[in-house]
């Protein structure tokens, strides 16, 4: 079972950091392993944020954490492109 959670935080990362980088237009310079990168810090970013408000990001289920893993990609694709200077 361990193994699957693993997985899946990879998954749900990948798609994640898939779907940010399009939004954000940066899938040209993105490969898999970064959409996974993103996607997993994204989804760390994006709950670390909602429950700093109070939102209980544990019982949200699979659909709110994705959406909370793609807006936290998009969030940190957009603070990486201004300190990187790139426009998006």
Do not use: H
Not at 13 to 22: E, N
Not at 39 to 45: E, F, Q, R, S
Not at 59 to 78: D, E, K, P, Q, R
């Amino acid at each position: 079972m361990i193994g699957w959670g693993f997985f899946g935080w990879i998954i749900l990362g990948g798609l994640a950091g898939w779907i940010a980088s399009k939004i954000m237009k940066t899938d040209a310079q993105m490969g898999i392993l970064m959409n996974i990168i993103v996607g997993i810090v994204g989804g760390l970013l994006g709950g670390w944020i909602l429950s700093a408000f109070g939102v209980d990001v544990a019982g949200g289920g699979l659909i709110f954490s994705m959406l909370t893993a793609i807006g936290g990609a998009v969030l940190l694709l957009w603070i990486v492109g201004l300190v990187t200077g790139r426009k998006s």
